[in-house]
Protein backbone atom coordinates (compact mmCIF):
# COMPACT_ATOMS: atom_id res chain seq x y z
CA UNK A 1 0.00 0.00 0.00
CA UNK A 2 1.46 3.15 -1.56
CA UNK A 3 1.63 6.15 1.53
CA UNK A 4 3.17 9.63 1.15
CA UNK A 5 4.96 12.03 3.67
CA UNK A 6 5.55 15.53 2.65
CA UNK A 7 8.81 17.11 4.39
CA UNK A 8 9.98 20.56 4.51
CA UNK A 9 10.78 23.89 6.45
CA UNK A 10 7.19 24.84 7.96
CA UNK A 11 8.51 28.62 7.91
CA UNK A 12 10.07 30.44 4.94
CA UNK A 13 10.54 34.10 5.09
CA UNK A 14 8.91 36.55 2.35
CA UNK A 15 10.30 36.16 -1.15
CA UNK A 16 12.31 33.48 -0.51
CA UNK A 17 11.45 29.69 -2.31
CA UNK A 18 9.42 27.28 -0.91
CA UNK A 19 10.72 23.50 -1.43
CA UNK A 20 9.30 20.55 -0.13
CA UNK A 21 9.44 17.46 -0.34
CA UNK A 22 6.93 13.90 -0.70
CA UNK A 23 8.57 11.00 -0.25
CA UNK A 24 6.72 7.70 -1.44
CA UNK A 25 7.11 4.26 0.53
CA UNK A 26 5.33 1.25 -0.76
CA UNK A 27 5.43 1.43 -4.01
CA UNK A 28 8.17 2.46 -6.82
CA UNK A 29 7.51 6.00 -7.87
CA UNK A 30 8.54 5.66 -11.29
CA UNK A 31 6.08 2.80 -12.08
CA UNK A 32 2.58 2.60 -13.31
CA UNK A 33 1.18 5.04 -14.95
CA UNK A 34 0.64 7.13 -12.68
CA UNK A 35 1.20 11.11 -11.79
CA UNK A 36 2.18 12.44 -8.77
CA UNK A 37 0.25 15.99 -7.28
CA UNK A 38 0.43 18.62 -4.96
CA UNK A 39 -2.52 20.74 -3.58
CA UNK A 40 -2.91 23.21 -0.98
CA UNK A 41 -4.96 24.59 1.62
CA UNK A 42 -4.67 27.71 3.61
CA UNK A 43 -6.05 27.77 6.80
CA UNK A 44 -10.20 27.75 7.02
CA UNK A 45 -10.52 27.95 3.21
CA UNK A 46 -11.12 25.28 0.48
CA UNK A 47 -8.05 23.30 -1.42
CA UNK A 48 -6.23 24.71 -4.48
CA UNK A 49 -4.33 22.52 -7.14
CA UNK A 50 -1.01 23.19 -7.61
CA UNK A 51 0.26 21.22 -10.03
CA UNK A 52 1.43 17.57 -11.07
CA UNK A 53 3.71 15.27 -12.49
CA UNK A 54 4.01 12.35 -14.59
CA UNK A 55 6.18 9.46 -13.81
CA UNK A 56 7.69 10.65 -17.71
CA UNK A 57 8.64 13.84 -16.07
CA UNK A 58 6.35 15.86 -17.85
CA UNK A 59 4.40 18.80 -15.62
CA UNK A 60 1.26 20.36 -15.78
CA UNK A 61 0.89 23.65 -13.41
CA UNK A 62 -1.72 25.68 -12.02
CA UNK A 63 -2.09 28.63 -14.99
CA UNK A 64 -2.08 31.03 -11.75
CA UNK A 65 1.06 29.86 -10.21
CA UNK A 66 3.01 28.39 -12.97
CA UNK A 67 5.07 31.07 -12.92
CA UNK A 68 6.16 30.67 -9.44
CA UNK A 69 6.02 26.98 -9.63
CA UNK A 70 8.43 23.22 -10.34
CA UNK A 71 7.73 20.52 -9.87
CA UNK A 72 10.66 17.44 -10.37
CA UNK A 73 11.12 13.87 -9.66
CA UNK A 74 13.86 11.79 -7.73
CA UNK A 75 13.46 8.47 -9.09
CA UNK A 76 16.48 7.57 -6.76
CA UNK A 77 15.23 8.43 -3.91
CA UNK A 78 11.54 7.79 -4.62
CA UNK A 79 10.40 11.30 -3.94
CA UNK A 80 8.83 13.89 -5.93
CA UNK A 81 9.52 17.73 -5.14
CA UNK A 82 7.86 21.23 -5.45
CA UNK A 83 9.69 24.58 -5.16
CA UNK A 84 7.68 27.37 -5.08
CA UNK A 85 9.75 30.73 -5.67
CA UNK A 86 8.90 34.79 -4.50
CA UNK A 87 6.53 33.47 -1.34
CA UNK A 88 4.31 36.22 0.51
CA UNK A 89 1.69 35.32 3.36
CA UNK A 90 -0.93 34.22 0.87
CA UNK A 91 1.33 30.80 -0.22
CA UNK A 92 0.66 29.89 3.70
CA UNK A 93 -1.40 26.90 3.74
CA UNK A 94 -0.78 23.16 4.36
CA UNK A 95 0.59 21.60 1.45
CA UNK A 96 -0.16 17.62 0.30
CA UNK A 97 0.69 15.76 -2.20
CA UNK A 98 -0.95 13.17 -3.76
CA UNK A 99 -0.52 9.90 -6.28
CA UNK A 100 -3.04 10.96 -9.06
CA UNK A 101 -5.53 12.25 -5.87
CA UNK A 102 -6.71 8.69 -4.77
CA UNK A 103 -3.75 8.66 -2.15
CA UNK A 104 -2.74 11.50 -0.29
CA UNK A 105 0.20 12.47 2.35
CA UNK A 106 -0.95 13.99 5.31
CA UNK A 107 -0.12 17.59 4.56
CA UNK A 108 2.65 19.81 6.07
CA UNK A 109 1.99 23.74 7.43
CA UNK A 110 3.96 26.44 5.83
CA UNK A 111 4.12 29.86 7.34
CA UNK A 112 5.19 32.56 5.30
CA UNK A 113 6.64 35.46 7.44
CA UNK A 114 9.43 37.32 8.65
CA UNK B 1 -8.74 31.32 -13.37
CA UNK B 2 -11.88 29.19 -14.09
CA UNK B 3 -14.49 28.98 -10.94
CA UNK B 4 -15.98 25.68 -9.46
CA UNK B 5 -19.33 26.28 -8.26
CA UNK B 6 -20.75 24.29 -5.08
CA UNK B 7 -23.51 24.87 -2.75
CA UNK B 8 -21.69 26.61 0.46
CA UNK B 9 -23.68 24.53 2.92
CA UNK B 10 -26.50 22.30 3.48
CA UNK B 11 -28.18 20.41 6.45
CA UNK B 12 -29.65 16.59 6.14
CA UNK B 13 -31.60 14.58 8.93
CA UNK B 14 -29.91 10.92 9.41
CA UNK B 15 -31.32 8.36 7.00
CA UNK B 16 -31.94 10.86 4.44
CA UNK B 17 -30.79 11.45 0.95
CA UNK B 18 -28.72 15.16 0.03
CA UNK B 19 -27.20 16.09 -3.45
CA UNK B 20 -24.27 17.92 -3.37
CA UNK B 21 -23.53 19.29 -7.39
CA UNK B 22 -20.59 20.87 -8.60
CA UNK B 23 -20.89 23.80 -11.64
CA UNK B 24 -18.29 24.68 -14.06
CA UNK B 25 -17.70 28.34 -14.69
CA UNK B 26 -17.47 27.80 -18.14
CA UNK B 27 -20.84 25.68 -18.96
CA UNK B 28 -22.09 22.38 -18.60
CA UNK B 29 -19.74 19.93 -16.95
CA UNK B 30 -19.61 16.88 -18.65
CA UNK B 31 -17.71 13.71 -18.40
CA UNK B 32 -14.95 14.98 -20.13
CA UNK B 33 -14.42 17.18 -17.35
CA UNK B 34 -13.49 14.35 -14.94
CA UNK B 35 -15.80 15.25 -12.17
CA UNK B 36 -14.07 14.05 -9.09
CA UNK B 37 -15.01 13.56 -5.57
CA UNK B 38 -13.57 13.98 -1.97
CA UNK B 39 -14.35 14.38 1.87
CA UNK B 40 -12.44 15.86 4.62
CA UNK B 41 -13.49 16.27 8.14
CA UNK B 42 -11.15 18.37 10.49
CA UNK B 43 -7.69 18.38 10.68
CA UNK B 44 -7.32 15.57 8.27
CA UNK B 45 -6.49 15.29 4.94
CA UNK B 46 -8.60 14.93 2.09
CA UNK B 47 -10.15 11.80 1.47
CA UNK B 48 -11.03 10.55 -2.32
CA UNK B 49 -14.48 9.13 -2.69
CA UNK B 50 -15.45 9.28 -6.61
CA UNK B 51 -13.04 9.58 -9.36
CA UNK B 52 -14.02 10.08 -14.02
CA UNK B 53 -17.95 11.20 -12.61
CA UNK B 54 -19.25 7.77 -10.99
CA UNK B 55 -16.19 5.53 -9.97
CA UNK B 56 -15.99 4.44 -6.41
CA UNK B 57 -12.78 3.65 -4.86
CA UNK B 58 -12.43 0.13 -2.75
CA UNK B 59 -13.29 2.00 0.19
CA UNK B 60 -16.12 4.33 -0.85
CA UNK B 61 -19.09 3.50 1.46
CA UNK B 62 -22.28 2.42 -0.97
CA UNK B 63 -24.36 4.99 -0.28
CA UNK B 64 -21.82 7.90 -1.99
CA UNK B 65 -22.67 7.87 -5.69
CA UNK B 66 -21.59 10.03 -8.67
CA UNK B 67 -23.18 11.53 -11.81
CA UNK B 68 -24.18 14.26 -14.38
CA UNK B 69 -27.41 15.85 -13.35
CA UNK B 70 -28.34 18.40 -15.71
CA UNK B 71 -25.28 20.63 -16.23
CA UNK B 72 -23.88 19.66 -13.41
CA UNK B 73 -21.73 16.90 -11.32
CA UNK B 74 -23.28 15.45 -8.47
CA UNK B 75 -22.52 13.50 -5.52
CA UNK B 76 -25.73 11.90 -3.70
CA UNK B 77 -25.21 10.42 0.00
CA UNK B 78 -28.24 7.92 0.65
CA UNK B 79 -28.87 6.98 4.41
CA UNK B 80 -26.88 9.47 5.53
CA UNK B 81 -24.95 8.77 8.75
CA UNK B 82 -23.83 10.82 11.45
CA UNK B 83 -20.13 10.24 10.17
CA UNK B 84 -20.99 11.82 6.95
CA UNK B 85 -20.65 15.01 8.50
CA UNK B 86 -17.94 16.81 6.34
CA UNK B 87 -16.91 18.77 3.87
CA UNK B 88 -17.11 17.93 0.21
CA UNK B 89 -14.97 19.19 -2.67
CA UNK B 90 -15.39 18.65 -5.93
CA UNK B 91 -12.31 18.53 -8.84
CA UNK B 92 -12.87 19.31 -12.33
CA UNK B 93 -10.30 18.84 -15.49
CA UNK B 94 -9.70 21.73 -17.58
CA UNK B 95 -7.57 19.74 -20.54
CA UNK B 96 -6.06 21.83 -23.64
CA UNK B 97 -2.16 22.78 -23.84
CA UNK B 98 -2.16 23.57 -19.81
CA UNK B 99 -4.27 20.82 -18.75
CA UNK B 100 -5.23 22.00 -15.62
CA UNK B 101 -7.52 21.11 -12.50
CA UNK B 102 -9.78 23.09 -10.19
CA UNK B 103 -11.16 22.51 -6.86
CA UNK B 104 -15.11 23.80 -5.86
CA UNK B 105 -14.75 25.65 -2.99
CA UNK B 106 -16.58 23.26 -1.19
CA UNK B 107 -20.20 22.24 0.57
CA UNK B 108 -20.22 21.90 4.18
CA UNK B 109 -22.61 19.24 5.09
CA UNK B 110 -24.29 19.09 8.40
CA UNK B 111 -26.15 15.85 10.04
CA UNK B 112 -29.03 17.26 12.03
Known amino acids: QVQLQESGPGLVKPSQTLSLTCTVSGGSISSGNYYWSWIRQPAGKGLEWIGR???????NYNPSLKSRVTISLDTSKNQFSLNLTSVTAADTAVYYC??????WGQGTLVTVSS | QTVVTQEPSLTVSPGGTVTLTCASGTGAVTSGYYPNWFQQKPGQAPRALIY???NKYSWTPARFSGSLLGDKAALTLSGVQPEDEAEYYCLLYYGGAQGSWVFGGGTKLTVL
Open chain 1, 53 to 59: IYTSGST
Open chain 2, 52 to 54: GTS
Open chain 1, 98 to 103: ARVFET
